[in-house]
């Protein structure tokens, strides 16, 4: 069974760090590209950054580039968010959602991470 | 990037009814390289994480019931519940994975009349 389980959230002031983890299960990390989305407070959804080709390639929004970093690591089949120098707007709930195979898209999605940016 | 605008925002439905969603990409979502149509609908109940309902415009993922089916080609796609129930409130949402950045639709709230 596939199973995506986040962590690492929390509270952090503007301009703060926080390094978000996403333990996979029931597959192999490396042989999927990983995505994370997120989702503001009564907002909809929003693709923030894409790992590929055993962590080679990677992939960010426009909003989060330069100042967050995907990676994975294939001996803790863990996926990984970086995220510096926070603002507000990063406000959100983070999903780790697996890259699907055969077609482009996300099959599966964790229960997400909670973090918030303020002072 | 590619917008995607779904009609209606809301959805308000009487159980046992059909219920309609429909997304519309700015620019074709025919993938140049291998001619298929990367467009996917999720569903997202309160509280919880998305879920992928359909996948390359039509196909039922795994354990997705029937009543939900899929059609559409090129910038006009639709989501087609055939008799809604109390589980399927939520809001839905239409992703395309034509390029990146991948965009979704700013959702429909599917309610119970």
């Known amino acids: 069974e596939v199973q995506l389980v986040e962590s690492g959230g929390g509270l952090v002031q503007p301009g703060g760090s926080l390094r978000l983890s996403c333990a996979a299960s029931g597959f192999t990390l490396y042989s999927y590209c990983m995505h994370w989305v997120r989702q503001a407070p009564g907002q909809g959804l929003v693709w923030v950054s894409r790992i590929c080709d055993d962590g080679t390639t990677t992939n960010y929004a426009d909003s989060v580039k330069g100042r967050f970093t995907i990676s994975g690591d294939n001996a803790k089949n863990t996926l990984y968010l970086q995220m510096n120098s926070l603002r507000a707007e990063d406000t959100a709930v983070y999903y780790c959602t697996r890259g699907s195979r055969g077609w482009r898209g996300m099959d599966f999605w964790g229960q997400g991470a909670l973090v918030t940016v303020s002072s | 990037d590619i917008v995607m605008t779904q009609t209606p925002l809301s959805s308000p439905v009487t159980l046992g009814q059909p219920a309609s969603i429909s997304c519309r990409s700015s620019?074709?979502?025919?993938?140049?390289?291998?001619?298929?149509?990367?467009l996917s609908w999720f569903q997202q109940r309160p509280g919880q994480p998305p879920r992928l309902l359909i996948y390359k415009i039509s196909n039922r993922f795994s354990g997705v019931p029937d009543r939900f089916t899929g059609s559409g080609a090129g910038t006009d796609f639709t989501l087609n519940i055939s008799r809604v129930e109390a589980e399927d409130v939520g809001v839905y949402y239409c992703m395309h994975a034509t390029q990146l950045p991948h965009t979704f639709g700013q959702g429909t709230r599917l309610e119970i009349k």
């Open positions: 620019q074709s979502l025919v993938q140049s390289d291998d001619g298929n149509t990367h």
